[in-house]
């Protein structure tokens, strides 16, 4: 029995089965490379799932780990730890306006902080207007204000008080208000619903609108936020400043934090007891974050995904050109989605046996997000590999993936040791 299966067995005893699961085994990252549990090297075109802005291991993240895990790894918020305010601070520095951070552990518990920040604000309004594609979450008021019915089946009846509305049409965001409506809370690049971006011109409209009602404007920055589009948060592509933003995945460069941010002047209105997160904000994960921060800096990171940005929109509208399949490219920085005409799970598929991780999102929406930090050089070998199996899918699709469960998904490229 080899070591691959002993891990599949493993989990198939003890671990719920909640995730679709392809079959690899990760030992270790480098940058924007992992090695499996049997040599084989992928380049990672979506590292974490957005989670790994600056690649796997990032030096200055894991040394700051290093530095703190020796000291101190936690204390309850009841007392002030120093990382978690120097964490506020950067954030802030970022933000270029006066934020006050709440801290927690994840997107869904940041959303879950605004969307009852709003509540709390609003003094009896509770509605929250969302959106069709959206995605906020898996905990049942960030899966209510979620619009997409996919995630939803099997757990009614959800909260009430969510309105979900077309996305990027002003005329139903206002046909939705009511003397009941506290927020509007949305993704300004919609990533799990398909990289739906939101045009400028709406969300000037969608600020002024919420200031002419007096309803807070909630962006959520969970996939967004960190660099992704070659600003620190996306709003501040749109010339805005939202009441609250989110945010989670990348700040962590791989620990597990999430943030909500509030606009300083309201936001006394959780008071001590209306609100708290055990782990929230610790001194391990606020330590790294503030070296992610520190690092996109230092690095300038941001210059790099404005000009990688292009280069990698080129190489994809040039396989749109080549390729009838696809239908569209979109994107914004690093936050790129190919939508094809028929279902992009067999690309990705053939793309993993060939060395290169990718996702498909809204069934045939291949999503590329790379990491922030990336080169030409790794630009050109995923572009070279989705050509090569853009060019040729292969067999059917029954024989390929059982094909594929029989190897371990093992890359065609030259094996290198895990170490």
Same mark, same amino acid.
């Given at each position: 029995?080899?070591?691959?299966?002993?891990?599949?067995?493993? *989990?198939? $005893?003890?671990?719920?089965?909640?995730?679709?699961?392809?079959?690899?085994?990760?030992?270790?990252?480098?940058?924007? *490379?992992?090695?499996?549990?049997?040599? =084989?090297?992928?380049?990672?075109?979506?590292?974490?799932?957005?989670?790994?802005?600056?690649?796997?291991?990032?030096?200055?993240?894991?040394?700051?780990?290093?530095?703190?895990?020796?000291?101190?790894?936690?204390?309850?918020?009841?007392?002030?730890?120093?990382?978690?305010?120097?964490?506020?601070?950067?954030?802030?520095?970022?933000?270029? *306006?006066?934020?006050?951070?709440?801290?927690?552990?994840?997107?869904?518990?940041?959303?879950?902080?605004?969307?009852?920040?709003?509540? #709390?604000?609003?003094?009896?309004?509770?509605?929250?207007?969302?959106? $069709? $594609?959206?995605?906020?979450?898996?905990?049942?008021?960030?899966? +209510?204000?979620?619009?997409? +019915?996919? *995630?939803?089946?099997?757990?009614?009846?959800?909260?009430?008080?969510?309105?979900?509305?077309?996305?990027?049409?002003?005329?139903?965001? #206002?046909?939705?208000?009511?003397?009941?409506?506290?927020?509007?809370?949305?993704?300004?690049?919609?990533? &799990?619903?398909?990289?739906?971006?939101?045009?400028?011109?709406?969300?000037?409209?969608?600020?002024?609108?919420?200031?002419?009602?007096?309803?807070?404007?909630?962006?959520?920055?969970?996939?967004?936020?960190?660099?992704?589009?070659?600003?620190?948060?996306?709003?501040?592509?749109?010339?805005?400043?939202?009441?609250?933003?989110?945010?989670?995945?990348?700040?962590?460069?791989?620990?597990?934090?999430?943030?909500?941010?509030?606009?300083?002047?309201?936001? $006394?209105?959780?008071?001590?007891?209306?609100?708290?997160?055990?782990?929230?904000?610790?001194?391990?994960?606020?330590?790294?974050?503030?070296?992610?921060?520190?690092?996109?800096?230092?690095?300038?990171?941001?210059?790099?995904?404005?000009?990688?940005?292009?280069?990698?929109?080129?190489?994809? %509208? !040039?396989?749109? =050109?080549?390729?009838?399949?696809?239908? &569209?490219?979109?994107?914004?920085?690093?936050?790129?989605?190919?939508?094809?005409?028929?279902?992009?799970?067999?690309?990705?598929?053939?793309?993993?046996? %060939?060395?290169?991780?990718? =996702?498909?999102?809204?069934?045939?929406?291949?999503?590329?997000?790379?990491?922030?930090?990336?080169?030409?050089? !790794?630009?050109?070998? +995923?572009?070279?590999?989705?050509?090569?199996?853009?060019?040729?899918?292969?067999?059917?699709?029954?024989?390929?993936?059982?094909?594929?469960?029989?190897?371990?998904?093992?890359?065609? =490229?030259?094996?290198?040791? +895990?170490?």
């Amino acid at each position: 029995m080899t070591k691959l299966q002993d891990v599949f067995n493993i *989990y198939k $005893d003890y671990v719920m089965p909640t995730y679709t699961k392809q079959p690899l085994v990760f030992v270790k990252g480098k940058g924007s *490379y992992l090695w499996d549990i049997q040599g =084989n090297k992928y380049l990672d075109f979506f590292p974490g799932w957005g989670v790994c802005n600056l690649g796997h291991c990032h030096p200055k993240v894991m040394s700051a780990v290093k530095d703190q895990v020796i000291k101190l790894i936690f204390v309850p918020n009841n007392y002030y730890n120093l990382p978690q305010a120097k964490l506020a601070q950067e954030l802030n520095h970022w933000t270029k *306006y006066p934020f006050k951070a709440f801290f927690c552990n994840s997107g869904a518990e940041a959303n879950e902080a605004a969307i009852k920040f709003s509540r #709390k604000f609003g003094k009896g309004k509770y509605e929250i207007i969302t959106f $069709d $594609d959206s995605f906020h979450g898996r905990t049942l008021a960030a899966l +209510a204000a979620t619009g997409q +019915a996919k *995630y939803q089946q099997g757990f009614a009846p959800m909260p009430e008080g969510f309105k979900r509305v077309k996305f990027n049409d002003l005329l139903a965001v #206002k046909s939705a208000l009511t003397s009941k409506t506290a927020a509007i809370m949305l993704e300004l690049i919609q990533g &799990e619903g398909g990289i739906n971006i939101a045009s400028r011109g709406f969300i000037l409209n969608l600020r002024q609108l919420c200031d002419d009602e007096n309803i807070l404007l909630i962006i959520d920055e969970v996939q967004t936020g960190i660099g992704r589009t070659g600003k620190m948060f996306a709003w501040q592509n749109y010339g805005i400043v939202p009441d609250i933003f989110t945010m989670a995945k990348a700040l962590g460069g791989g620990l597990p934090i999430g943030a909500m941010m509030v606009k300083k002047d309201i936001s $006394d209105c959780l008071t001590p007891g209306t609100h708290a997160s055990t782990f929230g904000g610790g001194p391990l994960v606020a330590k790294a974050a503030v070296a992610v921060l520190r690092s996109i800096q230092k690095e300038k990171i941001l210059s790099n995904v404005q000009k990688m940005s292009e280069y990698l929109h080129g190489k994809l %509208q !040039e396989l749109k =050109n080549k390729y009838p399949v696809i239908k &569209e490219v979109r994107g914004l920085g690093m936050m790129w989605g190919v939508e094809l005409k028929q279902e992009g799970k067999i690309i990705v598929e053939q793309c993993i046996k %060939q060395g290169l991780l990718i =996702n498909c999102t809204h069934d045939t929406v291949l999503r590329l997000m790379p990491a922030l930090n990336i080169g030409k050089t !790794e630009i050109n070998k +995923a572009i070279k590999i989705l050509d090569n199996v853009l060019k040729d899918t292969g067999p059917a699709p029954s024989k390929r993936l059982n094909d594929l469960k029989a190897d371990g998904f093992r890359a065609i =490229n030259k094996k290198e040791g +895990a170490g």
